[in-house]
T-cell receptor, first 111, second 112 residues
Framework: KNEVEQSPQNLTAQEGEFITINCSYSVGISALHWLQQHPGGGIVSLFMLSSGKKKHGRLIATINIQEKHSSLHITASHPRDSAVYICAVYAGGTSYGKLTFGQGTILTVHP | KAGVTQTPRYLIKTRGQQVTLSCSPISGHRSVSWYQQTPGQGLQFLFEYFSETQRNKGNFPGRFSGRQFSNSRSEMNVSTLELGDSALYLC???????????FGQGTRLTVV
């Protein structure tokens, strides 16, 4: 079983819909990233959080440390949101600079 | 503020050759991590450097090595290339190795 699990693996939505992507992890962590990857490869950091909730524009990320679970929400989705969304964690201890990644969620938003 | 810069963006090499990839971190960031991304294995951690010292290493063979210079720029070297080394290689920089990571655009390596 992977240390970081995302669901769903594929998600199709119509423009304007509210989207939720979930991430569960089985290890102790110091922080969690939500990342976005478009075709062509580059990865963009959307959020890093270690507790509570963060909001940036139409994106909201939450984390529940006790339940080892995080969610990424996209309000009023748009076709330009189509990308792969990846959850990644910094484990504690001496895992310097090492992110452990989920398998990614492929999001397609249709106009 | 300039982002993380990786060069080159694309490379084609022949089996048995060696290759060096470069990563320039965001100014002020002292931690540089390297990752390999393949369709089958996803994103996997190679190693991390902080202030010219390798602090952490993933489960890759010794053919994969790296170094970091005093200006925090990092290079990754792969010797005796194999077909399975074809992948997108990404570097990420952060201030400490535990703060927010910022990724480069990646170097796409094809081994033929």
């Amino acid at each position: 079983k992977n240390e970081v699990e995302q669901s769903p693996q594929n998600l199709t939505a119509q423009e304007g819909e509210f989207i939720t992507i979930n991430c569960s992890y089985s290890v102790g962590i110091s922080a969690l990233h939500w990342l976005q990857q478009h075709p062509g490869g580059g990865i963009v950091s959307l959020f890093m959080l270690s507790s509570g909730k963060k909001k940036h524009g139409r994106l909201i990320a939450t984390i529940n440390i006790q339940e080892k679970h995080s969610s990424l929400h996209i309000t009023a989705s748009h076709p330009r949101d189509s990308a792969v969304y990846i959850c990644a964690v910094y484990a504690g201890g001496t895992s310097y600079g090492k992110l452990t990644f989920g398998q990614g969620t492929i999001l397609t938003v249709h106009p | 503020k300039a982002g993380v810069t990786q060069t080159p963006r694309y490379l084609i090499k022949t089996r048995g050759q060696q290759v060096t990839l470069s990563c320039s971190p965001i100014s002020g960031h002292r931690s540089v991590s390297w990752y390999q991304q393949t369709p089958g294995q996803g994103l996997q951690f190679l190693f991390e450097y902080f202030s010219e010292t390798q602090r952490n290493k993933g489960n890759f063979p010794g053919r994969f090595s790296g170094r970091q210079f005093s200006n925090s720029r990092s290079e990754m070297n792969v010797s005796t290339l194999e077909l399975g080394d074809s992948a997108l290689y990404l570097c990420a920089s952060s201030q400490t190795g535990y703060t927010e990571a910022f990724f480069g655009q990646g170097t796409r390596l094809t081994v033929v």
